[in-house]
């Protein structure tokens, strides 16, 4: 038997967990920016690379294909701005991506390890104003606008 389960809570703990892995993505690039390249503070950055680009893909999509097309019948404007969002984030997440093979290839390159930190730094406070205005105007909006049963749908969609 599938149990609804509640959309907006599940997007937002994703959130949480993005927030987990933002810091740590922060903590290491900075770790390597200040003190030079690790092993240690290297695989932390790639971890946190790898869950953005599979975790929050997915999370993306989960907005994009079932929430939003939802949303939509009632108010555009919002969305049409988290669907903005999205891209521009996919586009700093290719300069991170660059930013952290020109890292493991000059590893004794510490304007390398400083540029990292810096487009890390441009993405984490993108990607954290962007959990902020899903978290504090967007998923309000949803439970202002969205019944019970069109909730029922988006958490259909997303399964």
Do not use: C
Not at 13 to 19: K, M, N, P, R, T
Not at 82 to 88: A, I, Q, V
């Amino acid at each position: 038997m599938k149990r609804h389960i509640d959309p907006i809570a599940q997007l937002m703990q994703e959130h949480d967990e993005a927030l987990v892995q933002l810091s740590t993505l922060s903590r290491a690039t900075k770790s390597i920016a200040e003190h030079g390249y690790t092993d240690e503070a290297y695989n932390k950055v790639l971890s946190a690379l790898k869950f953005i680009e599979e975790e929050v893909g997915v999370h993306n999509k989960s907005e994009e294909e079932a929430l939003f097309p939802v949303l939509e019948r009632y108010v555009e404007g919002p969305t049409a701005l988290m669907r903005k969002d999205h891209k521009e984030m996919t586009k700093e997440f290719r300069r991170l991506r660059h930013a952290v093979l020109k890292v493991a290839k000059r590893r004794s390159d510490g304007q390398a390890a400083r540029e990292l930190a810096a487009i890390a730094k441009t993405i984490i406070q993108r990607f954290v104003n962007h959990i902020h205005k899903e978290n504090h105007i967007l998923f309000p909006l949803v439970q202002k606008f969205l019944t019970k049963d069109a909730l029922r749908e988006v958490a259909r969609r997303m399964v």
